[in-house]
């Protein structure tokens, strides 16, 4: 019913850019908080950044500075500017959602897409 895409990942130079889209489709009937995690080969799962419905953002340390969260309400897409790429940059990101399903009691619970790789490299 629900389903959350991204795009824009690939492969970039150190110190390029890169702009990540994420979009939720499906019976929802609001979406709260939206954010990005990245995971690298044999290491955990860590946050990024995310953005509640007000528009209020957080970000990890390692990206403070370079990163930015936006999101278009309107179109239920969560977007990440990556400026200053590094290679340590490298993982795949995820992005997730935390969204109330149309036509359920049931509370506000988390969603994933599938990932995107971002591979940042000379």
């Known amino acids: 019913q629900v389903q959350l895409v991204e795009s824009g990942g690939g492969l970039v130079q150190p110190g390029g850019s890169l702009r990540l889209s994420c979009a939720a489709s499906?019976?929802?009937?609001?979406?709260?908080?939206m954010g990005w995690y990245r995971q690298a080969p044999g290491e955990q799962r860590d946050l990024v950044a995310n953005?509640?419905?007000?528009?209020?953002?957080n970000y990890a340390d390692s990206v403070k500075g370079r990163f930015t969260i936006s999101r278009d309400n309107s179109k239920n897409t969560v977007y990440l500017q990556m400026n200053g790429l590094k290679p340590e940059d490298t993982a795949v990101y995820y992005c997730?959602?935390?969204?109330?399903?149309?036509?359920?009691?049931?509370?506000?619970?988390?969603?994933w897409g599938q990932g995107t790789q971002v591979t940042v490299s000379s």
């Open positions: 997730t959602a935390v969204l109330v399903v149309a036509t359920t009691s049931s509370p506000p619970d988390d969603y």
């Open positions: 499906g019976s929802i009937f609001s979406i709260y908080t």
């Open positions: 953005i509640t419905s007000g528009g209020n953002a």
